[in-house]
């Protein structure tokens, strides 16, 4: 299957710094990929939809200025949580879309973040 | 987007067939259905599509109705290696909005 994969597995900042997370569409290119945040015991949320090229869609809710998302190549996206704080501390998890046809989403293995 | 909803848990022994049923009845024409396992501290893992009737592959079987209201995926002989999160999800805009998803246990 299509792999996936993200970068850092974990990082530890402190309040007010900010943070990049790296994913990547190892062997496929991926035009739309994906961005969840997980809290514990939680499902994952729908942050937003990385297009390559192009703006993010957000969801609502999710502000666009504290998690700048960028599609630069098709097989990467990165997404900076900017002046972290306690509370963004969370399992932030990308995915990327193969295929036109039909929805096959394939997921990275997650970042944790603690913001200390 | 059409919503799911499944067990929020399930309990099975080794050596047994565990079948999770997910209700969808809202499902769109072009709406095609997708389950993932997710153990802690990782990413979903991606287990078996469909669109109407059957499909297996090597890990599981998914049986869809005429319908398509609902879908059952059927993981034969589970192992203790299965407990984890499974997530049914419906859609072919992109976007995937996960349900809480069934915690299935499995016990020796």
Same mark, same amino acid.
């Given at each position: 299957g299509a792999v996936v994969s993200q970068h850092p597995s974990r990082v530890i900042c402190k309040s007010g710094t900010s943070v990049k997370i790296e994913c990547r569409s190892l062997d496929f290119q991926a035009t739309t990929m994906f961005w969840y945040r997980q809290f514990p015991k939680q499902s994952l949320m729908l942050m937003a939809t990385s297009n390559e090229g192009s703006k993010a869609t957000y969801e609502q809710g999710v502000e666009k200025d504290k998690f700048l998302i960028n599609h &630069?190549?098709?097989?990467l996206s990165t997404l900076t949580v900017t002046? &972290?704080?306690?509370?963004?501390s969370s399992f932030y998890i990308c995915s990327a879309r193969v295929g036109r046809d039909q929805e096959t989403q394939y997921f990275g293995p997650g970042t944790r973040l603690l913001v200390l | 987007l059409a919503k799911t909803t499944q067990p929020i848990s399930m309990d099975s022994y080794e050596g047994q067939e565990v079948n999770i049923t997910c209700s969808h009845?809202?499902?769109?024409?072009?709406d095609y259905i997708t389950w993932y396992q997710q153990f802690p501290s990782q990413g979903p893992r991606f287990i078996i599509q469909g669109y109407k009737t059957k499909v297996t592959n090597e890990v599981a079987s998914l049986f869809i109705p005429a319908d398509r209201k609902s879908s059952t995926l059927s993981l034969p002989?589970?192992?203790?290696?299965?407990t984890a999160v499974y997530y049914c999800l419906v859609g072919d805009t992109g976007k995937l909005i996960f349900g809480q998803g069934t915690t299935l246990q499995v016990k020796p």
């Open positions: &630069a190549s098709l097989t002046s &972290a704080h306690p509370e963004d | 009845n809202n499902i769109a024409t072009n002989r589970v192992s203790l290696s299965d």
